[in-house]
Structures are given as structure tokens and as C-alpha cells.
């Protein structure tokens, strides 16, 4: 399992999204992520977190981390987020999946003489494999739906652009996205628990399949 929040406000997003991301918490296990937009760079920070709690392990992070936009991510396998260059342009992408076809897709990628360059374990890291399939497209939209086509299974992503934050629910409707809003902010999130200390309301759910 795991779960996703991302955030784009008026004024500086980090706090909502340090807390907004810690409230998911109890989704997964191993690692937390977060990356932000500080309107020049892209700047992100991963930590294991299999044997202590994602607060006691960002908080030194923060004076690092500012930015308008940002995602964040507590996942039960690969480290998240990740920052890829592209001709779409940089983007950071947070993914919560479980790809049953993600061998044949690795392969195909082989095929076409494309790579990866997150092997930890000796496997397919799934959230670069998802980067890869949008990167196939001309459009953040297009390559994110060319990606959902192509899953077996389910992926629920949010992707930061140098322009905002796309969030993506599976095609099914298996794992839920939901929209907040507040006065000068926008997050979207796994959960609706994360909204209310935070100041959100929720503004609706994203539908399956929607981007």
C-alpha cells in the first residue's frame, strides 16, 4: 500500500506538505519522500523509514526543503520521489501501484534499447518504469494515460511539473485521490484525513481514471 499528498499554495507549501504527507503514515512502512518546485529547482529528501518515525526523520530536512509546489510520499517499497529529466521538461513523481505486469513492460523497454537507473534489489523500480511510460508521449497527459493504458493493475500518481501538480487515479478506482482546497491552496491526497488540521475541505474525489 502507501500514500500520496501534494499541495500548490500562494505561499511557501512545505509545512502542509510535511504534515499533510506524515498523516499517511499508518498506509505504509519503508521509505517517505518528499520534493518540491522552489521556482528554480526541483529538491527532494528520502528516508528509511522501516525503524523510526517520518517526523524524527524530515524535520532536519526542512530548512532544505521550500517551494510553492510539492509532493510527498510514505510507501511500502521503492524510495519515492523520484526527479526525472525529460523532454516534457524536470518533473518529481510519486506513485502508489502494484503493477502485475510489470516484467513485460521492463522488457519491452529493454527491447527498445531504453534503461534504468533505479535497480535497488535487482529489480524494477515501478514509479521509474510509470516515468519512462509518460515520457513515451508528447504531453504529461497524454504519457499519463498512455501509462495507465498499459498497466495491469492499478497506479494512483501525482507528478510535479514546473508548472503544477497533475494527479492521476487509476484507472479502476482502486486506491482514491481525493481534492482539497483552502484560501490560496490546492492538495490532493489519499486520504481526507489530512485535510482537516491542515485547513482543507474537500472539493470533490477524482474519478477513475481521471487525471
Known amino acids: 500500500m502507501g500514500g500520496l499528498f501534494g499541495c500548490v499554495s500562494k505561499d511557501d507549501c512545505l509545512s502542509d506538505l510535511f504534515y499533510g504527507t506524515d498523516y499517511h503514515s499508518h498506509l505504509g512502512t519503508k521509505r517517505g519522500g518528499l520534493a518540491v518546485k522552489n521556482g528554480v529547482d526541483f529538491s527532494r529528501s528520502i528516508h528509511n523509514i522501516e525503524n523510526d518515525y517520518f517526523r524524527s526523520k524530515f524535520e532536519p530536512d526542512l530548512s532544505k526543503l521550500h517551494g510553492k509546489n510539492g ?18 521538461g524536470t518533473f518529481a513523481i510519486v506513485t502508489v501501484c502494484k503493477i502485475h505486469n510489470i516484467e513485460e513492460l521492463a522488457a519491452r523497454a529493454l527491447k527498445n534499447k531504453l534503461h534504468f537507473s533505479e535497480m535497488s534489489g535487482g529489480e524494477t523500480n515501478p514509479t521509474e518504469l510509470v516515468g519512462m511510460l509518460i515520457c513515451a508521449k508528447g504531453s504529461f497527459e497524454e504519457g499519463i494515460a498512455n501509462a495507465q493504458a498499459a498497466i495491469k493493475g492499478s497506479c494512483s500518481m501525482l507528478l510535479l511539473t514546473e508548472n503544477g ?21 490546492f492538495a490532493a491526497s489519499s486520504e481526507s484525513c489530512a485535510f482537516p488540521n491542515l485547513g482543507y475541505e474537500i472539493d470533490n474525489y477524482l474519478g477513475p481514471g481521471e487525471i
Do not use: C, F, N, W
Request: glycine share 12%; proline share 8%.
Open 71 to 88: 509532493i510527498g510520499i510514505i510507501s511500502d517499497h521503492d524510495p519515492q520521489p523520484l526527479i526525472i529529466g525529460s523532454h516534457l
Open 165 to 185: 501538480i497533475y494527479a492521476a487515479r487509476d484507472k479502476l478506482g482502486r486506491t482514491p485521490i481525493v481534492i482539497g482546497k483552502k484560501e490560496g491552496a
